[in-house]
């Protein structure tokens, strides 16, 4: 039996080698407490008056005095708290103003017992990672961007495991003190796809206790996000009553022989994060059509996106719709014109797949539609066919 489980083990760091490899360019496993450095990002240019963030800051949907928010040129970055800038404290009604020169960013609000300056949370702090991050702040403007924050309740916890070569992952998921049923938990070796995506497991959803568990994993660091829908199946971007979560003291270091056990609070987004998303809004600059299947009806649930690459479906797109309406309508908010790739599906992440709705715009060869800053393309639209096997 001992062997057996030594070859598993074995087996299981192979296995997880090979993946940070491939999508790693060979990075170092976590336990091994090496990674080679990321590639530097280049500081955006530009002035930052007149441009950046605006929005309010809340937890259970009361509104948060002393918090802060961060702008970071990359997620490493935000792993090792070293912001691009940061915001003031937020005002007695939450809110607060950040300004930045054009460019992407990953933001986060803080909320912190230590005081405004960035640093790792204690127990009773808080935290919120904007489930759409990076935002593009265009010039002359200020993206709202809401944020509900998430407390880290108690520490990461460890006891002895069942199985000597493998790592276990436990907990509660929780909203506002409660469990969360039917919330589903998936695990992400690293941030290479910005926690988009199937990772690299998935616990069941959970039942009224809002409990989950994974057995068999590696020694290694995941990074734990939670979503529940609040109606359909699958990924897609983060719609206005769904459930999110992102831990707040990712990764979670698992080891082998031993169970680590987290509670996770999750925010609710139709009531904490307000309508106004950033993915969403209004720029003046529009692509707009209707998708419908081949027989010509609305197929609930789909929505449309925008790549800046030809190559579509294997990455995040730079834009996407809200789903559409019941008459099939979509309506592509762009930060800038240019050339744009159109396409729609019903599901979010990785590469098409069976089940799903998915069609691109077929009216040029490459899929393909230019618009000026400032103007509204109508027309575009969209046959949808379901993959089947």
């Known amino acids: 039996?001992?062997?057996?489980?030594?070859?598993?083990?074995?087996?299981?760091?192979?296995?997880?080698?090979?993946?940070?490899?491939?999508?790693?360019?060979?990075?170092?496993?976590?336990?091994?407490?090496?990674?080679?450095?990321?590639?530097?990002?280049?500081?955006?240019?530009?002035?930052?008056?007149?441009?950046?963030?605006?929005?309010?800051?809340?937890?259970?949907?009361?509104?948060?005095?002393?918090?802060?928010?961060?702008?970071?040129?990359?997620?490493?970055?935000?792993?090792?708290?070293?912001?691009?800038?940061?915001?003031?404290?937020?005002?007695?009604?939450?809110?607060?103003?950040?300004?930045?020169?054009?460019?992407?960013?990953?933001?986060?609000?803080?909320?912190?017992?230590?005081?405004?300056?960035?640093?790792?949370?204690a127990v009773g702090d808080a935290l919120s990672y904007n489930g759409s991050n990076p935002i593009t702040v265009d010039p002359g403007g200020y993206v709202h961007v809401g944020f509900s924050l998430s407390r880290k309740v108690e520490e990461i916890a460890y006891r002895d495991g069942p199985d000597p070569a493998t790592?276990?992952?436990?907990?509660?998921?929780?909203?506002?003190?409660?469990?969360?049923?039917?919330?589903?938990?998936?695990?992400?070796?690293?941030?290479?796809?910005?926690?988009?995506?199937?990772?690299?497991?998935?616990?069941?959803?959970?039942?009224k206790s809002g409990a989950f568990r994974i057995d068999l994993l590696p020694e290694s660091a995941f990074y734990l996000i939670v979503r529940k829908r609040a109606k359909g199946t699958g990924a897609g971007p983060i719609a206005e009553g769904d459930y999110f979560g992102y831990f707040v003291e990712n990764p979670v270091q698992v080891h082998v022989g031993k169970v680590a056990k987290v509670r996770i609070e999750v925010i609710n987004k139709a009531s904490e994060i307000g309508k106004d998303d950033s993915l969403f809004r209004a720029t003046g600059t529009q692509i707009v059509g209707r998708i419908l299947d081949k027989a010509g009806k609305v197929v609930p649930g789909v929505y449309a996106f925008a790549y800046e690459d030809k190559v579509m479906a294997h990455e995040r797109p730079s834009f996407i719709s809200r789903e559409v309406d019941k008459e099939g309508r979509y309506v592509i908010n762009i930060s800038s014109g240019g050339i744009y790739y159109i396409g729609a599906r019903s599901a979010y992440g990785d590469s098409p797949g069976l089940g799903e709705w998915y069609g691109r715009y077929d009216v040029t060869a490459d899929h393909s539609v230019r618009v000026e800053t400032g103007k509204r393309v109508e027309g575009i639209d969209i046959v949808v066919e379901l993959i089947n096997p």
Do not use: C, W
């Open 167 to 207: 790592g276990s992952l436990e907990g509660v998921i929780e909203y506002q003190g409660k469990p969360l049923e039917g919330a589903g938990l998936r695990i992400f070796l690293d941030a290479a796809d910005l926690f988009r995506g199937q990772g690299y497991s998935t616990a069941p959803p959970t039942g």
């Open 1 to 121: 039996m001992t062997a057996i489980k030594i070859v598993r083990g074995v087996a299981l760091f192979a296995g997880v080698l090979a993946l940070r490899l491939l999508l790693g360019g060979g990075a170092a496993l976590a336990h091994e407490g090496e990674q080679p450095p990321p590639p530097p990002a280049a500081a955006p240019a530009g002035s930052a008056k007149g441009n950046g963030l605006e929005g309010r800051v809340t937890v259970d949907g009361q509104v948060v005095t002393g918090g802060a928010v961060f702008a970071y040129l990359s997620y490493a970055d935000v792993l090792a708290y070293k912001p691009f800038a940061a915001s003031g404290a937020t005002a007695d009604d939450g809110s607060y103003s950040l300004d930045l020169p054009p460019g992407k960013y990953f933001v986060v609000a803080k909320k912190r017992a230590a005081g405004l300056a960035d640093g790792p949370l």
